[in-house]
């Protein structure tokens, strides 16, 4: 039993050591990543500001009127 396992141990690790991608593959992969999320914040932005612009198209609601003075007691 013991001798299985040292046989098969040495297989595992060979099987676990895929080839792994090299630091530029590694990089070009996360700047294409964060490039896009930045894309995806532009959009959201320009989205948000032009609805923030269109509301201000609108016309001003009444003010709401002032409540009564209070006597402070």
Known sequence: MRRRVALALPLLLVAACK????????????????????????????????AAVAASDLPDAEAPPNAAASSGE
């Open 19 to 50: 080839d792994e991608p090299d630091f530029e593959t590694r990089y070009e992969k996360a700047s294409n990543e964060i490039e896009a999320r930045a894309t995806a914040m532009d959009a959201d932005i320009a989205a948000a500001e032009k």
